[in-house]
């Protein structure tokens, strides 16, 4: 399509605190939607024969950003909960990411030590590691309340470890969830009234509304696929 100019690839995880691996490339430069989130990711980028790191919070609305020519990315994408101990996913949420300081071409400086940046082949053994020095925390409260399940914490306590582990509340992170599945099913070609009955919107007014807020593009547009959209892999839909 005329309007993309990012190719992305994706890939499961074996580690139990990573939700999704992904790599990206840009043909050219130019301006595209930054989606809402409810994950933390972390983000390799190499551009113009240099590398940074960079850690990112949760979304809570569509941003327009510019896209820079010739440039690669690898991303960490992690389950809920799942956060970085030094850095609160409130204090990086919306955009303030923390990008970290260079040691060497090939190494960046985290919590007192020098890292070898991580590949799109080896990022499960650098999150091991992540975890194993305390760097990656996660709340398995947080788990549990996004997959329904029950857990011995009440259900006040429960939203307050959800908070402090995402960033955002439980009721903002099933919007985003929600509008970010209908989007892929929009992006499979489903009618856009099939979507409001599975993704669960009242009607076409509420899909619209919520996926130009947190998408950044109507329904229609989102179809057409005419226009860059940032990372979104076959969502699954919300429990």
Not at 45 to 72: H, I, M, N, S, V
Not at 170 to 186: N, P
Request: net charge positive; hydrophobic share 40%; proline share 7%.
């Amino acid at each position: 399509m005329a309007g993309l100019f990012v190719s992305l690839e994706d890939r499961m995880s074996d580690s139990p605190l990573v939700e999704r691996v992904w790599a990206a490339q840009s043909e050219r430069a130019g301006e595209f939607h930054s989606i809402a989130e409810g994950n933390c990711e972390l983000v390799v980028t190499r551009l113009r024969g240099q590398t940074f790191l960079t850690l990112r919070g949760p979304e809570t609305k569509a941003t327009l950003a510019d896209c820079p020519a010739d440039a690669d990315w690898v991303g960490i994408r992690f389950r809920p909960g799942a956060f970085f101990s030094q850095f609160p996913p409130a204090a990086i949420r919306d955009r303030r990411d923390v990008t970290l300081p260079g040691a060497t071409a090939r190494s960046f400086w985290l919590a007192g030590s020098a890292w070898d940046y991580p590949t799109f082949e080896n990022t499960d053994t650098f999150v091991a590691r992540l975890v194993k020095k305390g760097i990656v925390a996660c709340d398995r409260s947080v788990d549990a309340l996004v997959r329904g399940e029950p857990d011995a914490l009440s259900r006040r306590s429960a939203q307050r470890h959800f908070v402090r582990a995402t960033g955002i509340t439980h009721a903002t992170f099933r919007k985003i969830k929600r509008a970010r599945y209908a989007a892929s099913l929009l992006q499979q070609g489903l009618p856009i009234l099939e979507v409001v009955h599975l993704a669960g919107y009242f009607d076409q007014p509420h899909l619209t509304r919520s996926l130009k807020f947190l998408i950044g593009q109507t329904p229609g547009q989102i179809a057409q696929g005419e226009r860059q959209l940032a990372y979104l892999y076959k969502t699954p839909p919300p429990p």
